[in-house]
């Protein structure tokens, strides 16, 4: 589908949801309003029916006072449903934000993953603000956080099985409702984040020594409220008098509240899941009404919705959570902790519960994290017109990476400018004038290998690569409290770089304006040997540079650096570029003109 049908076809779920999203508001008023309406008319007409001792009073009183209560059940659905309606436009209108740069303003950027020492990441803008995670993540669990950010560090990348993840990727680009509702979910768990900790959770599931309760107390649990069924009914056939059962009632909720620190342990979890558990179910199900054909995808699903799996876990603990809200009910909770020892019932449900199901469900917190990761690699293939990479790792003598139309994901797609070149294993020189497009170029080559190696799509009509360790040198800063200049700063990276050659594993280095922190004597020299040193059939490396000098480069075989560049035109007067890879070595400098162009007299 082209991406402007695309965008028209989340337009109009926007419309639509927008339409639902009114029809629901209007309900919730009139429940409302109704609601009101039937607890007034019931409460006087039960009062005036006690009061008078009119009997069709009072049951009229009865009925209004029913149908208040049913109101506020339907009042209840009629909210939650506005919720989920209310979710989904929130991914709708991500999706619409995306096809322009309005993405950039999206809160979730990665920047709490990114690390100081994680230089590529910073480089390419893959973690950060304006980065890749920024655009395309759809995660909002912790996991599917997690697991995003950690993926786009580059440290280990999954290559064995690229091809089931781009099936995966593939399928879920493809279906945009699945997106939408499985998103929309996580948009409403991630508003409860506050009250449910995901990480205790998965710790109390996994974690043998928690959530039992003591041999007595579940021998007490029958004890007691039998002593308690007897007493009453010893009352109602008159053996007894009711001074017995009240204080048997009174001797079982005492206890009940001075032992309440032996059933908190084992249910106190169900306190945050049981704002969360809704919408992991409602997750599940999309999950479960979805039929995939990707073999990733079919082993996700069938894990999770089979009769052992998480869906079935999360429906059984979301009613134990409902029987537990009770406890937000005073009054009703000390009857039933008086009569029953509620909260020694519900421990033991809660043991049974997480002694059947808890590993599956900590598992399924991993899995749906999973499911976030590849969404949001597939949104690329949904905002962008893309293509399957064509990645080899296995061993190689040369390393070579070619493309056709490749372009950057993260340019305005009405403004950006694709290139095609191929590039083998030695050394590349980018030449070109200032604002060009050199640093733009070798980004586009990197962020589309980072896209391929990780399982998504592909920015450009082709890309067929070598897999290769990515080492760039790009935004280096100097590092004042340790003493580190800039240029000493890219020195390291260099270094870094020229340490990991003599492993002799395929590698690509990306350097941007090399040593432009020193005089221009000492960085002719100074690149030129480092260049040297990088240079190798298994070590891809790519220089963009002022200094024309570097353009005759030799390594230390003799063969000479390949040359591009990039070259600014004039029309009437005024300096244009068209940002096109051109061969052989730039011969044009613009610099006294943009001096010129900022008032400067030169």
């Known amino acids: 589908m082209e991406k402007g049908s695309m965008k028209e076809t989340f337009v109009s779920m926007d419309e639509r949801l927008k339409e639902e999203h009114s029809l629901v508001q209007k309900k919730i008023s009139t429940i409302s309003t109704l609601r009101v309406i039937s607890f007034l008319a019931g409460a006087a007409l039960f009062i005036i029916g006690v009061a008078d001792a009119l009997a069709w009073a009072g049951i009229l009183g009865g009925i209004f006072l029913l149908v208040f209560i049913y109101l506020v059940k339907k009042h209840s659905d009629a909210y939650y449903a506005d919720e989920i309606i209310k979710s989904k436009l929130q991914s709708v209108e991500g999706y619409i934000k995306r096809f322009t740069d309005e993405w950039r303003k999206f809160p979730d950027t990665g920047s709490e993953f990114v690390e100081k020492e994680d230089t590529v990441s910073l480089d390419l803008d893959l973690l950060g603000d304006n980065s890749l995670y920024q655009m395309i993540s759809v995660a909002h669990t912790k996991k599917g956080k997690n697991k995003l950010a950690t993926l786009m560090k580059l440290e280990s990348t999954d290559i064995e099985h690229l091809g089931r993840r781009n099936d995966a990727v593939g399928e879920l680009a493809s279906k945009k409702d699945f997106l939408v509702d499985f998103e929309s979910a996580g948009i409403r768990l991630e508003s409860n984040k506050k009250k449910f900790k995901e990480e205790e959770f998965i710790n109390y599931c996994k974690d043998e020594s928690k959530g039992c309760l003591p041999a007595w107390a579940k021998i007490v649990r029958f004890v007691f409220p039998a002593i ?264 390291l990276r260099i270094k870094a770089m020229a340490e990991y050659k003599e492993k002799n594993l395929p590698m690509l280095c990306l350097i941007d304006e090399i040593f432009k922190g020193t005089n221009s004597a000492d960085r002719i020299v100074g690149a030129t040997e480092a260049i040297k040193q990088l240079s190798g059939d298994k070590c891809m490396t790519v220089v963009s540079t002022h200094d024309f000098e570097l353009c005759s480069i030799k390594d230390d075989n003799g063969k000479p650096a390949v040359n591009y560049h990039f070259q600014e035109y004039y029309k009437d007067d005024e300096l244009m570029f068209d940002y096109k890879l051109k061969d052989g070595r730039c011969t044009t400098t613009n610099a006294i003109k943009l001096l010129k162009m900022a008032g400067f007299s030169v």
Not at 401 to 423: G, M, R, T, W
Request: net charge negative; hydrophobic share 45%; aromatic share 10%.
């Open 228 to 491: 308690m069924i007897i007493a009453i009914l010893l009352w109602a056939i008159d053996v007894i008098t009711y001074g017995v059962p009240l204080v048997m009632f009174l001797v079982i909720l005492s206890f009940s509240w001075l032992t309440k620190t032996v059933t908190d342990r084992v249910m106190m979890p169900l306190y945050g899941i049981g704002y969360g558990v809704e919408d992991y179910l409602s997750m599940l199900r999309v999950m479960e009404n979805e039929e995939f054909t990707s073999e990733h995808l079919i082993e996700i699903k069938e894990k999770n919705c089979d009769d052992n799996g998480a869906l079935v876990a999360f429906s059984k603990l979301k009613k134990i959570a409902q029987a537990y809200n009770i406890s937000f009910n005073p009054l009703f909770h000390q009857i039933l902790s008086g009569l029953f020892l509620w909260d020694y019932h519900l421990a033991y449900l809660m043991e049974k519960w997480k002694k059947r199901y808890g590993k599956n469900v900590s598992e399924c917190f991993d899995d749906i994290g999973t499911l976030e990761e590849l969404m949001s690699l597939a949104v690329v293939g949904v905002v962008r017109d893309t293509n399957w990479a064509r990645i080899d790792a296995s061993e190689c003598e040369v390393v070579r990476v070619s493309f056709e139309d490749l372009y950057h994901p993260l340019i305005n797609q009405e403004k950006v400018i694709s290139n095609s070149a191929a590039l083998d294993g030695g050394i590349t020189i980018i030449t070109g004038s200032n604002m060009s497009g050199k640093t733009t170029f070798l980004r586009t080559i990197a962020i589309n290998l980072a896209l391929a190696y990780m399982g998504a799509p592909i920015c450009g009509k082709s890309l067929c690569a070598n897999y290769m360790k990515i080492f760039t040198s790009m935004r280096v800063m100097d590092d004042v409290a340790n003493g580190i200049s800039t240029f000493y700063a890219e020195i």
